[in-house]
Structure formats: structure tokens, C-alpha cells
């Protein structure tokens, strides 16, 4: 990995929440365990010359949760910086009562590991106040020091990815940065047993820590059984009583432990894409692990046993790309020049887009990830559906695969090798 000259990766995310501390009164900075909030809030912290109030602290938590108002007044030094908010959330009653008084804006950074919607009234508390970012695991352009603006290109000109220089990656570079994902602590470990072990006290951590405090559940040893499951069908729609059968329990408490990994951010949901053709629309929501590398090692998904060529194996490692893709563009979506939406698209006759790209004045854009080395006109077949029903609402489609060759193939669909995503246009680097 290349870092900075302090040892650090740089995140895309730092100029937007510098601008945010600029313009909000409070910016909420979330997302799974270990990706890096911390780390940012601290560097953040000693710019500004203020100390950071760590909850994970178990003696400054106690302190905090007597009296929250004591460690949000006015009269501490701006921003006030709070690691792992969720620990305790009266913080929030606390900090609304402040903003009653005094609306300026940069006056609270908070950082916290469970997604904000999930706390008690917390979207209560600070709504039209607070202004909510995610940060997921490092991107592929981070990791290579350079910020992406794929996502920025196929809201507005897919065919811009198109270029006549191919692609220098090959699939065994893609296999290596899929089975490794972006956690910055796993990177940091040699693939194998090191880095299973980092993997496994992860989950550990966070079904001990994290899921227990938002709600006490029975038979949490299951838990990670789910989550398993999950990761062996990511990319796809979950049934949950499927589910429940394998893992011994009833769909109800399932969906409730679908629900509580999501809030953690091991997981999350891509709702379907509807507009086109309501009537013949699955409306069931795909669910994706939040990072491949954490999928590849709760699957067992090796580069020995992809080197097998086993189907069942490649199968699954196609389930990883899909999931790879959406990710790097959700990423991408914290520093995009606009807000768009995500979503999936499936009719009941099986034609579908893995990924529906939609910007705020109803453009679509269309992403269907392939892990092969060449595509077929059947790839196509649901972008053309959703193309010939949005008519000039529909910006454009892409199939994104494992090749080297990007070209359009015929009006608004496109194809280009998936490394086109992160990889600045002109550059046919190797992917390391």
C-alpha cells in the first residue's frame, strides 16, 4: 500500500468534511469498526488544537454518560470532537439543547460505529441539525493515491470510460485486490493466516460489542452463523427464511439480525429499482458484505482455490466482484460532485442490472458487473429493457467485466474492464 509521509493513507473523504465543518453545525462521521474514523478525527483534532473525548474509554465514557452537558457547552473549544458517540446517546439531547442556544456551524465532529437511524430517537434529535457521512473501507483509488471520478463519469457520460488504451490488469490482479478488500488493519496483514485471524477477532468484536449494545439478543453465538450465510450469498437477494432453516432459527428473528449487522455496517441493502416497470419488478432488496476481503475469509475464498478453477468456486468469486463494483461506487459517492441513489433492477422473467445509478433529476445510469474476461449480447438485456422504457432518462450502461478492452457496443451501452473505475483515464498501470 502506498501511504503518506506521516505512514498514513490519505482519505477522499477529508476535503468534503472539512467543508461540511464549514457549513453544518454538527457532521456525523460513521461506518464499520477499524476503517479509519478515528484516525481522522484525531488528525482533525490536533489541527484544530482540541482533544478528542474517546467513549471507547470506559472511565471517560462513565464520566460522560453523568453529565453529557457538561462535555458539549459552549465554552469548549470548537469543534468538540467525540470518538464512538453512540456509547452514550443522551450526547445527542445534549448537543440539540446546545444548538437551541447557538447555531454556529462546525461546533461538533462526532464519530460512532453503529449507523445513526439505529439509535433510540437519535433521528430525532438532531434532524435538520446534523449532517450524517459514511465512511466505508479504503478504495482502490485511495489505496494508489489518487481520487476517483468514475462514479462522476457514468452520471454523465459513460462512454467517457471508453478509451482505446486497454487495460494492463490481469485477472490475477483482480482476484488479489478482491480477496483482499479495504480494511486498512487486514491490508496491513500478509494474506493467510495472519490476516484470518484479524478477520475473525473483527467479527468477534463486533458481534460482542457492537450488535450487544444496540439490543440484547438470545443465541448471539448464531449471529455470526448468519452473517456467514450472508457473505456466501452477497450480491444476491436474501430470502430469510432460507436462512432461518439453515441457521436453526424462525425468518422473524432473522430479519431482526439482518437488521442489526446492517447497523454495524457487516452488511448493507440495496433496495430494487421499481420506475421502470412496476408491475414485473422483484421488489425484494439484494444484500451486500460491506468488504470482499471480510466475504473471501467468512467463505473461505482463497487464491489457492480459485487457482483450482472449481465452478462452484468461480461462482462464488463472481458474487465478490458484483459486490466489489457496487462497493468502489459507493465509495466513490462521498466525494461525487453530486448525490445520486443506488439500487438494483430484476423483473420476474430474470432480466436484471446489478446496479441502478439514479441522480436527483431522475437520470439512470446502468451497471452490470460480469467476472469474465469477455461479455455477450444476453449481458445487456436488462439495460436495454430499462433504456427502451426511460427512454432519454436513461443516461447510459456499462458492463463491467475482467477484460482489457473497453468499446461501446452499441446506442448508450458500453463496456469497460473494471479496473476503468478507479484507474485514471491514460493510465494502464497494473494493479498491485
Known amino acids: 500500500m502506498d501511504r503518506g509521509d506521516d505512514g498514513l493513507i490519505t482519505r477522499h473523504l477529508q476535503d468534503v468534511l472539512a467543508e461540511l465543518l464549514r457549513e453544518e453545525p454538527v457532521v456525523i462521521l460513521t461506518g464499520a469498526r477499524t476503517v479509519g474514523k478515528s484516525t481522522f478525527l484525531s488528525a482533525c483534532a490536533a489541527l484544530k488544537e482540541v482533544t478528542v473525548l474517546d467513549l471507547d474509554d470506559l472511565e471517560t465514557r462513565r464520566a460522560v454518560a453523568a453529565d453529557p452537558g457538561l462535555f458539549v457547552a459552549a465554552d469548549r473549544p470548537t469543534p468538540v470532537c467525540i470518538d464512538e458517540f453512540q456509547h452514550v446517546p443522551l450526547l445527542l439531547d445534549a448537543i440539540k439543547s446546545e444548538l437551541n442556544r447557538d447555531l454556529r456551524a462546525g461546533r461538533y465532529l462526532l464519530t460512532g460505529s453503529t449507523r445513526y437511524n439505529s439509535l433510540p430517537s437519535a433521528s430525532q434529535s438532531l434532524t435538520g441539525r446534523a449532517h450524517v457521512v459514511t465512511m466505508w473501507p479504503l478504495s482502490q483509488g485511495e489505496l494508489s493515491r489518487h481520487r476517483e471520478g468514475a462514479l462522476d463519469a457514468l452520471t454523465s457520460d459513460p462512454s467517457s470510460l471508453v478509451t482505446g488504451e486497454p487495460s494492463a490488469a490481469t485477472r490475477a490482479d483482480y482476484e488479489r485486490v478482491v480477496l483482499a478488500g479495504g480494511f486498512p488493519l487486514a491490508l496491513a496483514r500478509e494474506p493467510g493466516r495472519s490476516r484470518d485471524r484479524w478477520f475473525s477477532d473483527f467479527v468477534t468484536m463486533v458481534v460482542e460489542r457492537d450488535v450487544l449494545e444496540i439490543r440484547k439478543i438470545r443465541q448471539r453465538q448464531v449471529l455470526p452463523q448468519v452473517l456467514r450465510r450472508l457473505a456466501g450469498q452477497t450480491g444476491q437477494v436474501v430470502n430469510a427464511a432460507n436462512v432461518a432453516d439453515a441457521v436453526g432459527l424462525d425468518a422473524t428473528t432473522v430479519r431482526e439480525y439482518l437488521g442489526l449487522l446492517e447497523a454495524v455496517f457487516m452488511i448493507h441493502r440495496l433496495e430494487p429499482f421499481t420506475r421502470a416497470v412496476a408491475s414485473r419488478t422483484v421488489r425484494s432488496a439484494k444484500v451486500h458484505l460491506v468488504d470482499t476481503g471480510l466475504a473471501a475469509h467468512l467463505t473461505g475464498l482463497t487464491q489457492q482455490k480459485l487457482s483450482a478453477r472449481m465452478p462452484a468456486t468461480l461462482t462464488q468469486f463472481g458474487h465478490l466482484v458484483e459486490t466489489f463494483v457496487v462497493n468502489e461506487l459507493m465509495k466513490q459517492a462521498g466525494w461525487a460532485q453530486q448525490q445520486v441513489s ?91
Open 342 to 432: 443506488f439500487s438494483h433492477f430484476r423483473t420476474k422473467d430474470q432480466q436484471e442490472v446489478d446496479l441502478v445509478i439514479e441522480t436527483p433529476a431522475g437520470a439512470v445510469t446502468a451497471i452490470e458487473v460480469k467476472a469474465a474476461n469477455t461479455v455477450s449480447d444476453n449481458d445487456f438485456a436488462g439495460m436495454r429493457l430499462l433504456r427502451d422504457k426511460l427512454g432519454d432518462g436513461f443516461t447510459g450502461g456499462v458492463v463491467v467485466n475482467l477484460g482489457q478492452r473497453s468499446y461501446t457496443y452499441e446506442d448508450r451501452l458500453h463496456v469497460i474492464p473494471m479496473d476503468r473505475l478507479w484507474t485514471p483515464i491514460g493510465s494502464s498501470a497494473r494493479q498491485g
